[in-house]
């Protein structure tokens, strides 16, 4: 057994499902998501993200999954609500504005 024990729960049928199995689990407290630019997209454009962190890196891969895809989904309007910077990235918090 892992550090984390069960705390960690990982759900392939959807982020409607997902969410609501998390809720289910977590008693009212904060559900947190996390994963790459497909698994923020989908949270996203479904309506079920509350805020967005993203932690920007000083580097260019120059491939991979985009975060925000042209013309891939409505528009999304973010509202800057912190803003953290270290020596490695920065941190930034936005509240998704419904």
């Known amino acids: 057994m ?5 705390r960690f729960r990982f759900v392939t049928d959807g982020p409607a499902s997902a969410v609501r199995q998390a809720q289910e ?13 497909e698994t923020c997209q989908e949270f996203l454009t479904t309506g079920l993200a ?29 509202q800057l609500t912190e803003a953290v910077n270290t020596p490695a990235a920065q941190h930034l918090t936005y509240r998704v504005v419904k």
């Open 2 to 6: 892992t550090r984390l024990g069960d």
């Open 25 to 37: 689990v977590a008693n009212g407290k904060d559900v947190v998501v996390m994963g790459g630019g």
């Open 50 to 78: 509350d805020v967005i962190r993203l932690h920007v890196a000083p580097v260019v891969l120059g491939s991979g999954t985009r975060l925000f895809p042209a013309g891939a989904s409505p528009r999304i309007d973010l």
